[in-house]
């Protein structure tokens, strides 16, 4: 997987990425990451990329001349015309759905913002997709970018060390991950549930499987909806929302770790 980071930043990106996993899969050759500085197609003998905007209000636009160039240039090196993601809190949210399908493809153009934004006519021009992280504004797109290039990067073979770790992990199955402990077994006098020491694959299995479903319902209980869940599991659920209930009427709050 080759992607491609058109930014104004090129330095942000290339240092986030270049570290942990997904620097040591640029280094092992499984990924490669490039960063496009937009400013190197600018035309104006100052170097800027961006004006004020027709009909007034605040801030600066990028201009579209050096982003469909720095694109069109692109396009001319590589001899085909991938798709170009903008980043934008306009967007589609961006999830591991949308990352499963982004990874089949072979090359990938990410398209950050600054200021006020990017003239719509180059948007218009180049972009396939519009994704955002969150509903929550950013100063550009160059964080959004380094999120979704990491996400999509651990699902590409040989990213991982460990190719089972990228499909069990949260949000597979629509269910999040158990909870993992390592040595010591007991820290603070709190011990390693016992079922991990036992050394039985089937029953170690089924209690993260529970694990699983209890955190799902505690934290992300929009989730459920779309788990697969075999019938004693859903048995399982349906004991675990009867204790939920019955909490409830005796009004039980979360507790907080600060007041143990
Ligand atoms: N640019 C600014 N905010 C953003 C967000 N939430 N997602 C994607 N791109 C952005």
Redesign the pocket.
């Known amino acids: 997987m080759n992607f491609h980071i058109l930014t104004l930043f090129p330095e942000m990106v290339m240092g986030g990425l270049s570290t942990s996993i997904t620097g040591r899969a640029m280094e092992k050759g499984v990924i490669s990451v490039e960063a496009v500085n937009i400013r190197d197609y600018s035309r104006d003998k100052h170097h800027h990329v961006d004006d004020a905007p027709y009909g007034g209000g605040a801030g600066m636009v990028m201009q579209p001349g050096p982003v469909v160039d720095a694109y069109e240039d692109l396009c001319g090196k590589l001899g085909k015309r991938p798709r170009v993601i903008?980043?934008?809190?306009q967007?589609r949210v961006?999830n591991q759905k949308i990352a499963q399908e982004l990874a089949e493809e072979d090359e990938l153009v990410f398209l950050?913002?600054h200021y006020e934004g990017i003239d719509e006519r180059a948007l218009e021009l180049i972009c396939t997709d519009y994704?955002?992280?969150?509903?929550?504004?950013?100063?550009?797109?160059e964080?959004?970018?380094m999120v979704m290039i990491d996400c999509i990067s651990r699902l590409v073979p040989g990213v991982l060390n460990n190719e089972v770790s990228a499909e069990v992990e949260s949000f597979h199955d629509n269910l999040l991950e158990y909870p993992q402990y390592t040595r010591p077994e007991v820290y603070r006098d709190m011990a390693v549930p016992q079922v991990l020491l036992s050394g039985h694959h089937k029953n170690i299995e089924e209690w993260r499987r529970q694990q699983s479903i209890r955190r799902t319902l505690e934290r992300r209980p929009d989730l459920l909806e779309g788990a697969n869940l075999s019938k004693k599991e859903k048995k399982f659920l349906e004991g675990l929302l009867e204790t939920q209930e019955l909490a409830q009427n005796g009004d039980e709050s979360d507790s907080d770790p600060r007041e143990m």
């Open positions: 903008y980043m934008t809190p967007g961006f950050c913002g994704l955002s992280i969150g509903d929550y504004v950013l100063t550009g797109g964080l959004p970018a």
